[in-house]
């Protein structure tokens, strides 16, 4: 079975452009979460999707993030314009029921490096 | 606020020798902590969690982590180190009103020598 898969894997983009990241969840999970971690720091939450609706968002940075979940299978996350400070990895997690349930494990992906010079 | 501090950036273990990675964390009520390995090119993958019970939770590849609430710590250890865990280990916590959304630490990038 595949597991989550992210597309790129590496970008490189110039300051005022816009990238878009994709994440294929694995098959079923209805529940599909997107983190970052930027200059080597903590990982940090930006949003939990349930099918295509957005459940928490409450860590998106601002409004030139836009993620969406079409259809309640793969995932984009838009960054337009980025910023030099959008800079980071940009990982995807799916799992199959909520965290804390018995089908909640969490199944993350390899990671989308953005680089913005 | 809720959060997990790594203190270290970088472990250095030789290979066969205990190995402790530390992770302190700060969150009202009862703690749900995780700690999740990256190996190269590799996504997060889960070691083990805590959420009740028994102090000392064992987990993947022969890690176990104690819980000590007194401390409010989570150390991953390991009795005798692999070159084969060397990789970047990340502790977690889970939000404890969203239970869908975590708080990593900074990572800890252990290193073992043959």
């Known amino acids: 079975e595949a597991g989550v898969t992210q597309f790129p894997s590496h970008s490189v983009i110039e300051k005022g452009q816009t990238v878009t990241l994709r994440c294929d969840p694995i098959s079923g999970h209805d529940n599909l979460y997107w983190y970052r971690r930027v200059m080597g720091k903590e990982i940090k939450f930006l949003l939990h999707f349930v099918k295509e609706s957005k459940q928490d968002e409450s860590g998106m940075p601002n409004n030139r993030f836009l993620a969406e979940r079409t259809g309640g299978t793969y995932s984009t996350l838009k960054v337009q314009p980025a910023e030099l400070e959008d800079s980071g990895v940009y990982f995807c997690?799916?799992?199959?029921?909520?965290?804390?349930?018995?089908?909640?494990?969490?199944?993350f992906g390899e990671g989308s490096r953005l680089t913005v010079l | 606020a809720q959060s997990v501090a790594q203190p270290e950036d970088q472990v250095n273990v030789a290979e066969g020798n205990p190995l402790t990675v530390k992770c302190t964390y700060s969150v009202s009520g009862n703690p749900y902590l995780f700690w999740y390995v990256q190996y190269p090119n590799r996504g997060l993958q889960f070691l083990l969690k805590?959420?009740?019970?028994?102090?000392l939770v064992k987990g993947s590849y022969g890690f176990e982590a104690e819980f000590n609430k007194s401390q409010t710590s989570f150390h991953l250890k390991k009795p005798s180190a692999l070159v084969s865990d060397s990789a970047l280990y990340f502790c977690?916590?889970?939000?404890?009103?969203?239970?869908?959304?975590?708080?990593f630490g900074s990572g800890t990038k252990l290193n073992v020598k043959p």
């Open positions: 805590y959420i009740t019970g028994d102090n």
């Open positions: 997690a799916s799992s199959l029921g909520f965290v804390g349930s018995p089908t909640g494990e969490l199944f």
């Open positions: 977690a916590v889970r939000d404890v009103y969203n239970f869908n959304k975590f708080y």
